[in-house]
Structure formats: structure tokens, C-alpha cells
């Protein structure tokens, strides 16, 4: 008997059709003679819908409000997965956050798991229940409702599935697997078969769409298999596991992120502690930084030019916040640039392979692409690019280090 958590995103159970082939899977799987946890994301569009409500009585709502409303969404799939599962003939349950007692920070739409008490969710299942916990939510010291952020779901059923000891943890979205590249994009995608932690948390966090970067961070720490699958097919998706028994090819994908701004100060004062004011004002607004490119500046002198990339969604309340910083640091002059793309390639082969990087630079230069910053990792180089360039940079840089689909045959 194997213990299985399964988490459905939005798409999954956007309608009560949806639900259904959900509680079916889960009691198939509860059939085949395991026990079954099962976590759901609001119904598609409803998250959206309930911040929407909110924006129209203030453009900015206090935050632990907001939360309380955002987590509705995951209450009502929980409960009408529940009732989906009793009306086909089998036992289940609905917990929400504070109920399988996730405990979190007080960093209100963007909080982090600290610890989760999985008893309720254990002695739920051994009982022959199918346990529907309420993804994204959970509780902070004081008792206040806390969410986790977008894709919070995945995150919540990868911790659930740690707490538990579970022996896979399989997130349920509306595509086969991980691919290559995004196949909207590129056709000639492939789905991979098996990927490694350490090449997904850096898709995942350079843009890949497909798992949020912290349900990875948490299976890598606690060495939980994830199964990505799709919802709508019974195809065996991809398998993200540890590096061991993996081939390293030199490129495993090709991720992009269209979600951040550039932000360059000019003339900053080229001396200690100067760097560290701004990002550690920053730091304390909650504001995440990605990309940091120090360089000469271009009028030379004792000044540097300090350029990062920040989440578009932060730039708007992060403005005043870095006009103030370059006041404070002797009047350094800002430019914005919402306008780029981030794009990378990722794979355990760059460790032990030369000229990776070179190969990208000139895979982008044929193609009359400049490059605007860049920055590696051991397995993973990312270049900025204009916005315009993202379909043509990830195509090109797919073709180039042979990641294209071997034709159908007719």
C-alpha cells in the first residue's frame, strides 16, 4: 500500500464536471489499494474574480483582509471535491489550513511555510477517508488566515506530502509533463521523462510555468518525488526525482520570464555599504531582487552603475521606495525598462561542458539579438533581452543546442 498525495490546479476543477473526473481518479487510485491525500486549487478564474472584488473597493486593500477572502476559493473546491466523492459512494473529508495546521510567517500573500502537522491529514486516510485539504492557505502564530502565494497549491501538497511520509506527490495540471520549452511557443517541444530537483527549481524559477519554484525547493529538501501529470489524459508525464541514475545533458530546457522589470542606478558612489543599503532597504519592503549587474559607469569616475531586475508586479509599489534609495546614496539617476525578458537555458551537463555560454551568446547575435545582462549558475546561463525577441530567442536557442521534436512521421 502506497500513501499518494494528489494535487489538482484551477483548470482541473473549474467546474463540477472537472470535480467529478477528479473524485473518480481519487477513488480509483484509493482502489488500487492506497491511501489517497488530495489537494485542490481554487475553481480557474476564482482567485482572480475575489482579488478583482477587492481592487474595486481599493487599489490597495490591507493584506490580511485580502488573504481572508483569497482563501475561500480553496474552501469551496475542498468541500464540493468532498461532496463530489460521497456522491460516487466513497468517504472523504475536508480540512482546510488552520485544520491540518499549517503554520506559516505573518507575511500575508506571500507567506512561508514553517512547519506542518500532519496527524489530522494521517489518521484521516487510515481511517479510509479521502482527505481534500484546501491548498494555498495556512495559518500564521496569531491565527490569522495566510496565503501562499501564486501556485501556493503546489506548495502546500509537497509539504503535506514531507509531513506525511507520502511516497509520491503527484500535481495534476492541464499539461502532460515538463517540456523542453514552452510548446505554445516552440511546437517542436518535447516532454521530458525524468528531470532532475536542481534543473526544475531553476525552470521554475526562471520563468517555467509548469510547478512554482518553492513546491520544488521542498521536495528537493525532503527528497519527495514529484509526478507532474495532466489531469485530462492518463499519460505518464514527468518524473522529478534526484540526480541519480539521470543522464546530465548539456541543455534540459529553455525557460523564459516576461514578469520582470529592469531598473539601472546611474552614478551610484562606488564605495563600501552603498549596495547593500539599497537591496537591504528592499529586502525589508519584501521586495525579491533577481538579476544584479555592477559595472563601470558609463560616464566613469568613481561611480558604478547598479542595474537589477525586479518582479513587475512589485515595481509599481517599489518606485518611491528606489527613488528614495538613490536620494539617500547621492542622487544617483534611474532608469525603468519594463520592456525585457529573461531568457535561460538550464542543464546539469554545463558542470563538466565548455562554451555553453559562448554557444548561447552566439545563437543570439545571428539572430540580431542584443543581449542587455547576463548572469549564470553552474547549471544555467540567463541573458536579458528585449520583450520583442522572445518568441524568435527561444526558438532559435532551442534548435541550436538540438532540443527539437524528431519529426512525425506522415
Known sequence: MALVVQKYGGTSVKNLERMRAVAERALATQAAGNQVAVIVSAMAGETNKLL???H??????????LDVL???GEQVSAALVAMTVHA???KARSLLGHQVRMQTDAAFTKARIHTVEGSKV?????AGMIAVIAGFQGVDPEGNITTLGRGGSDTSAVAIAAAINADVCEIYTDVDGVYTTDPNICPLARKIDRISFEEMLELASLGAKVLQIRSVEVGMKYGVPIHVRSSFTDTPGTMVTSEEGLEAVVVAGIAYDKGEAKVQLINVPDRPGVVAKVFGTLADRNVSVDMIIQSPSREGGTTTDVTFTVAKTDLARCKDLIEQCARDIGGAAIEYDPEIVKVSIVGLGMRSHAGVASQMFQILAQEGINIQGITTS????S?????KYTELAVRALHTGFGLDAEPTAE
Open 88 to 90: 460516487l459512494g466513497g
Open 52 to 54: 478583482g472584488l477587492a
Open 378 to 381: 553552474e547549471i544555467k546561463v
Open 70 to 72: 483569497a482563501a475561500t
Open 383 to 387: 541573458c536579458i533581452i528585449h520583450s
Open 56 to 65: 474595486e473597493i481599493s487599489p490597495t486593500p490591507d493584506m490580511r483582509e
Open 122 to 126: 494521517r489518521s484521516t486516510v487510515e
